[in-house]
């Protein structure tokens, strides 16, 4: 399988001549993100791991296409009918030929006076977890862990404690949009360091650049 990352938190998995997209939001850059996608999973509503418009587009350019996701997105794409399929945490589903099973249930806290919303991660073929917006321990391993390295619902003890939760063999970045060079250079030696002390690895992906698994 290769992992592809792009923009802020979106990852392309290709396994053969199958290509899964997970959260194509509004922080993807890549015009191509989507194009040749056999499905596309999105962990929740927010922007920068939603872009409706995107997603009708490619949907309507492409009959093949179908949208795996938490619940709320899934009623604001209701107008494409059983083309989109809403998930809970324990579903095992095949998806495009990858085993996808679903962990996850809500977002991290943003705001102690707002509920969360929904939040799903995917666990693709057993080899590549993406836990969207959540800090969400599957209950069995995960190989390669992508990781969200900063966002506003988490501080770097947060990064510490859900890396040794895990216990990845590989973790990739993913949430790093809003870093900039230096603020991401420092997440990428701490994290490192963190992994590499538990004889795992870390490796930093510039948008667009690919690994093989």
Known sequence: MRLT????????????????????????????????????????????????????????????????????????????????HIVGHGDAVQVAGFDVHVYGEEHELLHPDVPPIPNVGFLVDGAVFHPGDALTVPEVPVPNLCLPVQAPWMSILDLYQYVRAVGPERAFNIHDGLLNEVGAGVFSGAIGRELTARDAEYRRLAPGESVDL
Do not use: N, Y
């Open 5 to 84: 990352k792009l923009g802020h938190s979106c990852v392309r998995l290709t396994k053969d001549d199958r290509t899964l997209v997970i959260d194509p939001g509004g922080l993807t850059p890549e015009q191509d993100a989507l194009a040749g996608a056999d499905a596309v999973l999105v962990t929740h509503e927010h922007f920068d791991h939603f872009d409706p418009d995107r997603l009708r587009a490619a949907v309507a350019g492409d009959p093949r296409l179908e949208v795996w996701t938490s619940r709320t997105v899934g009623e604001q794409l209701a107008d494409l009918g059983g083309r989109v």
